[in-house]
């Protein structure tokens, strides 16, 4: 990480941080820390490790991501809210990023096909309900 990222890095920290009405000492106390390493994240002068990181971020109500300057929505990413956000992937990247299971056991390929295919004529029945009660 250069310089310049380590400041805008240690920017959003304090601008988080300020928003959440507290004071370097209240963060450092909440992850323990000493006050003195928040400073020097704030201050670009150091940075905080992976772990840490994650820490700040839960601590701020905000996403590693925003902290890092990888987005510009500081409202934290759930795993759900990632999923739904990528349900418009086709079967074939569904299925090769998520581990999809049912009791325990992985699914095949064409079992998860079979499925999408149930869902999707579930949704076109339902469609046509719908249009049948709006005439």
């Known amino acids: 990480m250069n310089q310049e990222e380590k400041k805008y890095m240690g920017q959003r920290i304090k601008e988080m941080r300020k928003i959440r009405g507290m004071l370097q000492e209240d963060l450092a106390n909440k ?72 009791d325990g056991q ?7 096909e079979r499925v999408l295919a149930y869902l999707r004529a579930e949704q076109g029945l339902e469609r046509k309900r719908r249009n049948k009660s709006n005439e």
Not at 68 to 78: A, I, R
């Open 31 to 102: 992850l323990n820390l000493d006050r003195a390493s928040i400073s020097n994240y704030e201050r670009g002068r150091s940075v905080p490790p992976g772990n840490i990181l994650s820490r700040i971020a839960d601590a701020l109500g905000t996403s590693s991501d925003y902290l890092l300057g990888k987005t510009e929505n500081s409202d934290p990413v759930s795993p759900e809210a990632e999923f739904v956000q990528n349900l418009e992937l086709s079967s074939d990247e569904l299925y090769e990023k998520y581990n999809f299971t049912v």
């Open 106 to 112: 992985p699914i095949t390929k064409e079992q998860f």
